[in-house]
């Protein structure tokens, strides 16, 4: 199996993604999703930002690499009763199912940057969109101090090395890199440009409540368990990762948590 659907398959991001939605909702504003809007939701998981896409009006398609979060995506799509989003399976460095130049706007927020063949991903991406439209991502920025760089980091210290010509999806956000690859796409280094974005995880409970669920749910989380449990040093990681959650956490209750963490977001005009 495909190393990466295997991981995003594991356990159920539906439970992390359920404490991304006010967000998801945020950002789709700010990116400004308008009625008739042809979108492609790239690595959308169950739809934290499809749905709110889809209920502004856009035609949204989302695609995922893991069918249980396709599944679920057209689960949701269902309950609310839209009839402009749908969810597919598909690789972000192969849309071979995709037409060319069909896209007025194609997002991948924390989506496509996990996909491995960067370059390959920066290539289909620009050649789903039609001229005049862009390409948003929303990328995780390597050693940024804040909640999802540390956890990919802390987690990274625990897991087994990455196999031979693995490529970090945390280069994403690095500016020259994500230059560099969408550069390999034809697309010149004045078209792309980058701000630095918030994205908030609300939870209804304590910080170490919120650890349990990447622990139980957040696949990179649970392979690094997996291999700290062999070492003996489960508890460890499961320590440090709540130091690192309740550290964070800008709630004024305890009882609550609301943790914002940093990214890179990246706007590219396609020609």
């Not at 402009?84 to 706007?105: P, V, Y």
């Not at 390597?142 to 970090?168: C, H, M, R, W």
């Amino acid at each position: 199996m495909n190393p990466n659907k295997a991981l995003w398959e594991k356990g159920d991001f539906t439970r992390i993604a359920q404490t991304m939605r006010e967000s998801g909702e945020a950002l789709v504003e700010r990116i400004g999703v308008t009625r008739g809007l042809k979108v492609l939701d790239l690595g959308c998981g169950d739809g934290t930002t499809a749905l709110p896409e889809a209920r502004r009006g856009a035609d949204v398609l989302g695609v995922d690499i893991a069918s249980n979060l396709v599944e679920a995506g057209n689960r949701r799509v269902r309950e609310l009763g839209l009839t402009n989003c749908r969810f597919q399976e598909g690789d972000a460095s192969n849309l071979h199912e995709l037409k060319d130049d069909t896209f007025d706007l194609v997002v991948s927020i924390f989506g496509a940057m996990f996909a491995p063949k960067p370059f390959d991903v920066a290539k289909e991406m620009v050649r789903v969109t039609r001229s005049g439209g862009r390409i948003v991502m929303g990328n995780w920025i390597p050693n940024d101090p804040t909640l999802v760089a540390q956890i990919l980091k802390i987690s990274a210290a625990y897991a087994p090395p990455p196999p031979e010509g693995f490529i970090s999806p945390m280069t994403w956000g690095v500016e020259s890199n994500v230059i560099e690859r969408f550069g390999g796409a034809g697309i010149p280094k004045e078209n792309i440009s980058f701000v630095k974005d918030t994205y908030t995880f609300s939870f209804p409970g304590k910080p170490s409540d919120l650890v349990a669920l990447f622990i139980g749910y957040y696949g990179p989380t649970m392979n690094a368990v997996e291999a700290a449990d062999k070492n003996g040093r489960a508890a460890d990681l499961q320590k440090e990762l709540e130091g690192l959650f309740d550290s964070q956490n800008r709630s004024p209750s305890k009882d609550t948590t609301s943790i914002p963490a940093t990214f890179l977001r990246v706007t590219v005009a396609v020609n």
